[in-house]
């Protein structure tokens, strides 16, 4: 069995897509298919019902991709084995982060991880934490920050912060931004407009189950999946966000906006370190999560609210 054949087959067969698998490997549709072919010629076995919709494992399908997972993972270990013995880990590591904090972590994180891992390969991808979850659970990500994560069998969770959200709303001319504002009562903010993401985003999550708490529910007037575009439309007057400071603080525009802290003691949510259940931590993973864990420390620990409790 040619094992770039299994990797190609597990990659289909976790993306749901050849059209998705290709682009993830970066090879051509047709070839990526002929390979997928000729391993199901070898076994004897169509592995894959193919469909408008994308490909899905057969029963030999699914049973072969239990088998890969645990083959391509194995064989991942050797090379990093292999690695040791010349002094340097060199395998791969694919981490998920929320928009919002990829701009301030991506920099610093891959300083670091070059500078400890100088062999090792790093893979960054910006998710909302849903999209994130489903990634740790089919294998396209080692390890993704989370907002708000809850807990599920598959996943492994590691609380790091709660992080404040504020309001954040356009600076009107001549505003000072000396004293702040006094903390907006969480009642209030029902009644603003809101730009925000749609469900499933945490954050909009949050937002709504704190209002429903009071009986209350947010006036959203725009729907809007994508942080950069939120802040355009504050700026343009089109409604309040909330989000993080540090959305606001990477913004390309900081001081177009004014941030108001959300209730006493605060609007707040929990950012954790979340890693799969269901696939042993490679070496190169397990040198990477400590890693992540500080540079998140350094970076966002200084403007969190509180460490969060396990």
């Known amino acids: ?30 070839a990526l298919s002929r390979q997928v072919r000729l391993l199901e010629v070898e076994l004897r076995q169509n592995l894959l019902l193919r469909n408008g919709r994308g490909a899905t494992p057969t ?3 699914q049973l072969l991709l239990d088998h890969g997972r645990g083959i391509l993972h194995q064989v991942e270990r050797a090379r990093e084995d292999l690695g040791r013995i010349r002094g340097a880990l060199a395998g791969r590591v694919a981490i998920g982060l929320p928009p919002t904090l990829a701009r301030v972590l991506t920099v610093p994180l891959t300083r670091a991880f070059r500078r400890q891992l100088p062999e090792a390969q790093l893979t960054i991808t910006e998710g909302l934490s849903s999209a994130m979850q489903e990634g740790l659970m089919n294998g396209r990500l080692d390890v993704a920050v989370l907002y708000n994560a809850q807990p599920v069998p598959a996943l492994e969770l590691q609380p790091l912060f709660d992080e404040p959200l504020v309001l954040v709303e ?18 209030e903010l029902a009644t603003l407009p809101l730009v925000i993401p749609s469900r499933p985003n945490a954050i909009r999550m949050h937002v709504e189950l704190e209002l429903a708490g009071l009986g209350l529910r947010p006036q959203v007037v725009l729907e809007i999946d994508g942080v950069s575009a939120i802040l355009d439309l504050v700026a343009e007057g089109m409604g309040c966000a909330v989000l993080s400071r540090h959305a606001v603080a990477s913004s390309l525009r900081p001081s177009a906006y004014a941030v ?14 979340a890693t799969s259940s269901q696939r042993p931590a490679t070496l190169t993973l397990q040198a990477t999560l400590p890693l992540l864990q500080q540079v998140c420390t350094e970076v966002v620990g200084p403007t969190a609210m509180k460490k969060a409790a396990p």
């Open 1 to 30: 069995m040619d094992l770039k054949q299994l990797e190609y087959f597990v990659r289909v067969a976790e993306l749901g897509s050849f059209t998705r698998a290709a682009h993830a490997l970066n090879i051509a549709q047709p």
């Open 59 to 61: 029963e030999a399908g």
């Open 170 to 187: 356009a600076r009107r001319p001549g505003l000072q931004e000396d004293p702040p504002p006094p903390p907006l009562p969480l009642a």
């Open 260 to 273: 108001r802290a959300i209730g006493n003691p605060g609007l707040h949510t929990r950012l954790s370190l």
